[in-house]
């Protein structure tokens, strides 16, 4: 069973999963490049043990953590979306109808609690007129919460560590025979944040209608980095105290952020190459985040090789898990 948020569900990379079309289609954005269908296919060809394997993906653009487990998700897609939106969702341990019969789970989710998505917006809008150095976003979260949010950066750390520590029991709950595989999240931003242009939409910065460029600062890009850094240790403690495995992606893709050349990169920028079916222009809140040249708005999202390489990584750990059961079995 794949559980997940827009990191697993694949969103942009691939062809859709219900394709477009269909009266089967959630507002997920589930694709066949995300990396629960990359992992499918590979255990089909070849599988642990001579086991067959059936992966079910119920993951979910747009998830938290709460919604993986005890809370309904009303999904966000921007494709072909109903005139009055998308219905709710079950809480993907429903979805997916986790038993005593599951053997594996892989779970993907964390950043859309904190959430990093409107951390990330902060910081662009925190950074018009700053300098490099400055650290504004920073500097407000830290304090206490930028922009009405009354959650400092460690009230947010300490939420979701209860967050993630609950779901997993509620998992385990389900599936009492399952082996839990936990996905962190890959490196999104350069160890040398100076290399990023700010000026740059295809790297961490955007064009915003009405408002116009704005980008964070080095110094607030720099912090991202830790972000990311401390919510995937968050995941990473947890899993391992509560009997799980966790798949580490953020060492791997080292060298492969969003402020990469194209032909480096394994994370799209703000701006970035998606399929021709998704929006370059999409609302933040009460603002509209355009793209232009060709670029679609991928959000600071994997792409095509960054799923790839969590594919690969995740593989070996179901294998591992499964080709484990059968020894012990």
């Known amino acids: 069973m ?15 999963r219900p394709a477009l079309g269909s009266a089967d289609r959630d507002g997920c954005d589930r694709t066949t490049g995300g990396y629960p269908n990359l992992v499918e296919r590979r255990l089909t060809a070849e599988p642990p043990a001579g086991r067959p ?3 079910i ?28 939106g998308w219905p709710s969702v079950a809480p993907q341990v429903d979805r997916t109808k986790l038993s005593a019969s599951t053997d594996v789970v892989t779970i993907g989710v964390g950043g859309n609690s904190l959430p990093f998505g409107k951390i990330l917006t902060s910081c662009l809008l925190a950074g018009i007129g700053q300098p490099d150095e400055a650290t504004p976003c920073r500097d407000s979260y830290e304090a206490g ?23 997993l029991r509620a998992v385990h709950e389900k599936a009492p025979n399952a082996k839990v595989i936990t996905i962190g999240y890959p490196t999104i931003v350069p160890a040398d ?48 105290l509560s009997g799980g495995t966790y798949v580490d992606t953020a060492t791997s893709s080292v060298g492969h952020d969003a402020c990469q050349p194209r032909a480096a990169k394994w994370v799209e920028g703000v701006c970035g190459e ?56």
Request: charged share 20%; aromatic share 6%; net charge negative.
């Open 193 to 240: 944040p100076t290399t990023c242009d700010r000026q740059d939409t295809t790297e961490l910065a955007a064009d915003l209608k009405d408002v116009g460029r704005i980008s964070a600062t080095h110094g607030d890009i720099a912090w991202l980095g830790e972000v990311n850094t401390h919510l995937n240790a968050i995941i990473e403690a947890i899993t391992e």
């Open 274 to 329: 998606a399929g021709s079916y998704w929006p370059g222009e999409v609302a933040v809140g009460p603002l509209t985040l355009t793209c232009s040249g060709g670029n679609r708005a991928t959000l600071v999202h994997p792409n095509a090789a960054g799923h790839a390489n969590t594919a690969t990584q995740v593989e070996a750990a179901v294998r591992t898990a499964l080709t484990t059961e059968t020894t012990q079995s």
């Open 145 to 167: 919460g930028p922009f009405l949010d009354p959650e400092s950066i460690y009230d947010k750390y300490d939420r979701v560590t209860r967050e993630y520590a609950g779901m």
């Open 53 to 55: 394997v059936q992966l």
């Open 2 to 16: 794949a559980l997940g948020d827009s990191y697993t569900a694949g969103v942009f990379v691939g062809e859709p």
């Open 57 to 84: 993906d119920f993951s979910c653009g747009g998830a938290t953590i709460n919604e993986i487990a005890s809370a309904r998700q009303t999904p966000i897609s921007p494709v072909q979306a109903p005139e009055d």
